[in-house]
């Protein structure tokens, strides 16, 4: 059996971050058995969903490296992969259901459905016990599937294991509105039977719309496909993830500055592993050992922190040449405007220590600035901090004098000189470095001195210390 698995994006919203890991186990599951990867856009709704969205969610597919083999925008042999094209084939199948007697018409009123819902609960039964097949039928409203009686649903579940379910506990669920559009249910298990899926692989959260999905897809005259439910994203604190942890859209990490590659090593690792000890690995690594049977039944936590500690990885494990040429656009936009080639070389220069210190990518903008604006105000916790000790004007006099003596400016002789301050006013490294590297870059944090001082050049590092000095008074 050559395996056929689907992502059905919703464009109502951006690509949910637990959306994208559901992609990404789907994708990884067809790449690994050399199967096909669909994508189809579930647009019924058609009030909420736009153009838009659908435009983000494709590009935040591509961007975490997820290429389809079938779909919207590549096409395949299914005709559309839009279910707003396919109403005809959901009215079809459900008269198909009507006069197989697997379906019904029901024109009820919504007051009586509710009472029947009411005793079911009163009497402490699923909601819709008695909302079964009336006694009179009808040739108009909406058409519900008539669930048998006979036996439970069984789920044979990839990743859960065996899930059973009464069927008095399914109530007779709508698959056909009364205005002529399909439901959920009716579209999305159509176009699995259509679209021939062999395994779908979604949320924890749908478990519970399974058996009606396999009792539709038999009322066709189909098998069922292989199901896995993947577990639920929770937040750091227990509970499900949510816009209160921050960003959850995979385009909003992008523009956060994370690497395509971490975000999608990340999202690998929330319910999956590779081995019992690696954490950072390769895509052809997660598709040479990915199983949906090994995935977790366990809820998975999303820590931005640790996404943070990973992208670090992969930020530093870049070549300097990638680096330079991903930092370029955030350190321009801190900067405030594109920069010549002589101001670039100048951050070339302290590039590799700013490799080793940045995390997210518009941090090395942060890091740099001081190098191409002048600094009109000081960080005001750094300048509390550091440049309210007692003897900082003796550091910066001192520091003054020597870099002006400087006959050859390179990092090396800048920290040999440097270097003997601290012995000759009897003070720490710390006491001794802190106030310049305030005066120089405006703040505590920086790139190492030596190599700013360096990178800064000799006229612009004396100003600033002699400003700095001036300001102390």
């Known amino acids: 059996m050559s395996v056929r ?37 579930d647009d019924t709704d058609r009030e909420r969903s736009t153009p838009e969205f659908e435009e983000e969610i494709l590009g935040s597919l591509r961007w975490l490296g997820l290429d389809w083999d079938e779909g919207v925008g590549v096409g395949g042999p299914h005709g559309s992969y839009r279910q707003s094209d396919r109403l005809d084939r959901y009215q079809e199948i459900a008269s198909d259901l009507i006069q197989s007697g697997a379906a019904y018409y029901d024109d009820r009123p919504s007051a009586q459905l509710e009472s029947l819902r009411q005793l079911a609960q009163k009497e402490g039964r699923h909601p819709g016990y008695y909302i079964r097949r009336p006694d009179i039928s009808a040739d108009s409203g909406v058409i519900r599937l008539a669930i048998p009686q006979d036996a439970p649903v069984v789920v044979d579940d990839m990743v859960r294991g065996t899930v059973s379910f009464e069927a008095q506990d399914i109530d007779d669920f709508v698959i056909l509105r009364s205005n002529g559009t399909p439901t959920y249910h009716l579209a999305s298990t159509v176009d699995d039977v259509d679209y021939e899926i062999t395994h779908v692989a979604r949320g924890e959260d749908l478990l519970p719309s399974t058996p009606k999905h396999i009792l539709l897809t038999r009322a066709m005259g189909h098998v069922e496909p292989f199901y896995a439910h993947l577990p639920l994203l929770f937040g750091p604190d227990g ?18 500055g994370f690497l395509s590659d971490a975000v999608f090593n990340y999202l ?20 040479e050992a990915f199983e949906l049977t090994d995935v977790s039944k366990s809820p998975a936590a999303f820590d931005p922190e640790k996404l943070t500690w990973m992208n670090g990885e992969y930020v530093r494990a870049m070549s300097p040449e990638v680096f330079n040429q991903l930092v370029r656009p955030h350190v321009e936009k801190s900067v405030g405007r594109p920069l010549p080639h002589d101001e670039w070389a100048r951050f070339e220069e302290i590039a590799p220590l700013v490799q080793e210190r940045t995390k997210l990518l518009p941090e090395a903008g942060d890091q740099v600035t001081f190098l191409f604006n ?41 920290e040999a000189t440097l270097r003997e301050i601290p012995e000759s006013l009897g003070i720490g490294a710390g006491k ?6 305030v005066a120089v870059t405006g703040s505590s944090i920086s790139p190492p001195l030596f190599e700013s001082i360096s990178a800064l050049g000799r006229e612009r590092t004396l100003e600033r210390i002699g400003r700095a000095r001036q300001k102390l008074g």
């Open 239 to 256: 509970r499900k993830l949510s816009k209160r942890h921050g960003a959850t859209s995979l385009s909003e990490f992008r523009d956060e």
């Open 268 to 287: 690998a690792i929330l319910g999956w592993s590779l081995d019992a000890e690696t954490t950072v690995f390769s895509r052809e690594q997660a598709i």
């Open 432 to 437: 001794a470095f802190q106030p310049l590297r």
């Open 5 to 41: 698995v689907r992502m059905a994006p919703s464009p109502t919203g951006t690509l949910h971050i637990g959306t994208a890991r559901a992609a990404l186990f789907n994708w990884l599951f067809a790449r690994h058995s050399g199967g096909i990867f669909i994508l189809r856009i």
């Open 374 to 414: 002048d600094i009109e105000e000081y960080d005001e916790n750094s300048w509390n901090k550091v440049m309210a000790r007692e003897g900082v004007p003796a550091v910066l006099d001192e520091g003054l004098a020597r870099v002006s003596a400087l006959e050859v400016w390179d990092a090396e002789s800048i």
